[in-house]
C-alpha cells in the first residue's frame, strides 16, 4: 500500500514567474499536488498572488547555478525573456544577453544536475513569407528579436542537456495578474468608446495562454524533447481577431480602424504571413487547444 507521502514529486523551476507565462505556469503547478515548485523571478514582482518568489537574475550566471543547484529541479521552465520586440532593436547587448547568453547558463546549470530545460520560442524566428509554419520548416528571422530567440534555440542544440523547444505567438487571455493582454485591451478600449487602430496584414493562430499552460505540462507528462509549436486553433489576421472580440462581447465595432503594418512604423520588421501548425503537438502529446470563442468564454467569466 501506498500512501500520498510515497509519490516522489517532480521537482520544477520557473523563471520568469511574474511575467504573462511565467504567472500562469506558476499558478498551475502551485496547485498541483504532486509537483516541488521554485519560482524565480528578476524582482519580487507587483502581483498579489502569495506564491513564493526567489530573486535570481538569469543574466547573473552564478545566481543561476546556485539556485538551480540548490533546488535540483528535474525540469527547468524558462519563461523569462527580453519580449519588447521593438527595444530589442535599439539594445541589442541587452537582448542578448538576456535572450542567449542566460539560456546558455541555465543549460550549463541544468548539465550540471540532469535537469530537462523547456524553454520557450517564438514564430518571430520565421520571416512570415509562408506561414502558417512547422516545426521543420526553414527559419530567417527578420528582427533582432527573432536573431537572438533563434540563437538560444541553437545553443540548447549544441549543450548536450535534454531540451524542448516550445515555438508559440501571440499569447492572450493572461487578464488574472492584471498583465498587459490584447483582448483585455481591445474589451477596454471599445467599452471606454476609444478608436483602436488594427493591423490587416499581419496573420497567425493567437494561443491562449491556458493552452500554452497545458501544452508545456503534456510536454513534461510525455517526456518529450526537440521542438514543438504550441499555438492557437484558429488562424486569422490581427484585425479579424479584434472584430471576433468586438463580436463576442458585445462592443461597438465602428471604432475598429483597419490599417497595415506599415503605419506603425515600429522599429522592428514583423513577420506577416506567420502562425504555427500544432500537429505535431497534437498527435504526439495530445495537445488540444480551445477554440478562439471557446477561450472567449473562459476570459468572460475572469472579467465580468
Ligand atoms: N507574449 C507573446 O505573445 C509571445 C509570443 C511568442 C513567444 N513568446 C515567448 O514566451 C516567453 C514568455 O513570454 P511572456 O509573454 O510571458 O513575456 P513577459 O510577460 O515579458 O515575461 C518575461 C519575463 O521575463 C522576465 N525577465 C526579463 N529579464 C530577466 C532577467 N534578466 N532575469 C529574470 N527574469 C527576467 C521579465 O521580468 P521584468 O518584467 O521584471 O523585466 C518578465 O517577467 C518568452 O520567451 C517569449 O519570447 C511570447
Not at 250 to 271: C, F, G, S, W
Request: hydrophobic share 35%.
Amino acid at each position: 500500500m501506498s500512501n500520498n507521502s510515497d509519490i516522489i514529486k517532480k521537482r520544477i523551476l520557473i523563471t520568469g514567474a511574474n511575467g504573462v507565462l511565467g504567472s500562469n505556469l506558476a499558478m498551475f503547478y502551485s496547485e498541483q499536488d504532486n509537483i516541488e515548485l521554485c519560482c524565480t523571478a528578476k524582482t519580487k514582482g507587483s502581483n498579489s498572488s502569495d506564491i513564493s518568489i526567489i530573486i535570481c537574475d538569469i543574466t547573473n550566471r552564478d545566481k543561476i547555478k546556485k539556485t538551480i543547484l540548490e533546488f535540483c529541479p528535474d525540469y527547468v521552465i524558462n519563461a523569462a525573456a527580453f519580449t519588447n520586440v521593438d527595444k530589442c532593436e535599439s539594445e541589442k547587448e541587452t537582448a542578448w544577453t538576456i535572450n542567449v547568453k542566460s539560456v546558455e547558463y541555465l543549460a550549463e546549470a541544468c548539465r550540471a544536475v540532469d535537469a530537462h530545460l523547456i524553454h520557450i520560442s517564438t514564430d518571430y524566428v520565421f520571416d512570415g513569407k509562408q506561414g502558417p509554419y512547422s516545426e521543420v520548416d526553414k527559419t530567417n528571422p527578420i528582427s533582432y528579436y527573432g536573431r537572438t530567440k533563434l540563437a538560444s534555440e541553437n545553443a540548447l542544440k549544441i549543450s548536450g542537456i535534454n531540451y524542448t523547444i516550445i515555438r508559440t505567438n501571440v499569447l492572450y487571455g493572461a487578464i488574472e495578474k492584471g498583465k498587459a493582454d490584447f483582448v483585455y485591451w481591445v474589451v477596454q478600449s471599445l467599452e471606454n468608446g476609444k478608436d483602436i487602430r488594427i493591423v490587416t496584414d499581419q496573420f497567425n493562430n493567437p494561443t491562449f495562454v491556458e493552452d500554452l499552460v497545458r501544452g508545456i505540462n503534456k510536454v513534461i507528462e510525455f517526456k518529450r524533447s526537440g521542438i514543438f509549436n504550441i499555438g492557437g486553433r484558429n488562424f486569422l489576421s490581427r484585425f479579424e481577431f479584434t472584430n471576433m472580440i468586438a463580436d463576442y462581447f458585445d462592443l461597438n465595432k465602428n471604432l475598429i480602424h483597419p490599417i497595415i503594418t506599415k503605419e506603425l512604423n515600429q522599429a522592428a520588421i514583423r513577420p506577416l504571413k506567420s502562425g504555427l501548425v500544432t500537429l505535431k503537438a497534437e498527435t504526439q502529446i495530445n495537445y488540444k487547444p480551445h477554440t478562439i470563442i471557446e477561450s472567449f468564454e473562459k476570459i468572460k467569466s475572469k472579467i465580468s
